[in-house]
């Protein structure tokens, strides 16, 4: 197996639609393993309220720990400056990824702004891209993304649906500020370190 998934995420917490996307695409596609990146900066919410990086990154780890083929990568939070998919692919195309083809995974509302994103047409020559979907999702919206993209990068972009994407990030963020139970949205150890350090409860250490 040469393949190797990038799983690209903010993860303001992780959960487990998250996981569950990521191992629908590891078995769907045959991939060697899925490497989380946890954004550092996003360059996309540099004026947002974003849960600092160590936290985010920490959690990651906690909800992977027990998978095999699961691992965490630190490339980003430990980069300098906003956090380019473009320079992170580049990165790991020169060190652990070496020779292997690189699947970057994330939410296909993210994919639909790619042409967005810092160097977008250099992307395709690093990586094709999977776009996590919940089923029943808009297959005209996805086409769109031809026009804007060319054919060309187009036929680089998957479109995968999976189960369980109704939890959200920005749901799990709410519920604890308002005291709501978020047990069996995220792993065990993920809620007791939100529960532990205050986070999305308004405390302090929360945010950069
Ligand atoms: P986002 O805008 O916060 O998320 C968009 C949607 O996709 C949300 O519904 C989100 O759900 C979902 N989602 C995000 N990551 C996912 C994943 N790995 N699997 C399944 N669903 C996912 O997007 P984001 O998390 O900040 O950014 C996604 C990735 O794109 C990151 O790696 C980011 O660095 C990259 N990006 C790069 C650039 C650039 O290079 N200029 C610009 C923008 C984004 P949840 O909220 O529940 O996660």
Not at 39 to 54: C, D, I, N, Y
Not at 97 to 125: M, N, S
């Amino acid at each position: 197996m040469t393949a190797i998934g990038v799983m690209g995420g903010t993860f303001d917490p992780i959960h487990f639609g998250h996981l569950r996307a990521a191992e629908e695409v590891l078995q769907g596609f045959g991939l060697e393993r899925v490497i989380f990146v946890p954004a550092g900066r996003p360059p996309h919410k540099l004026h947002s309220e974003v849960t600092s990086p160590e936290h985010r990154y920490t959690m990651a780890k906690l909800a992977t720990v027990d998978h095999l083929r699961f691992e965490v990568s630190p490339i980003e939070i430990q980069r300098e400056g906003p956090s380019y998919t473009l320079d992170t692919l580049r990165e790991l195309r020169d060190s652990v990824c070496k020779g292997k083809t690189l699947y970057f995974i994330t939410g296909l509302d993210a994919i639909l702004e790619i042409h967005t994103w810092k160097g977008y047409k250099q992307l395709f020559e690093l990586a094709n891209f999977i776009a996590v979907t919940r089923p029943g999702y808009s297959v005209e919206v996805f086409l769109t993304l031809e026009k804007v993209l060319g054919p060309e990068c187009f036929s680089k972009v998957h479109p995968f649906p999976v189960t369980l994407l109704a939890i959200a990030s920005r749901d799990i963020r709410r519920r604890v500020r308002e005291g709501e139970s978020i047990r069996y949205l995220v792993p065990e150890p993920v809620r007791l370190y939100i529960e532990e350090h205050g986070l999305y409860s308004g405390r302090a250490d929360e945010t950069r």
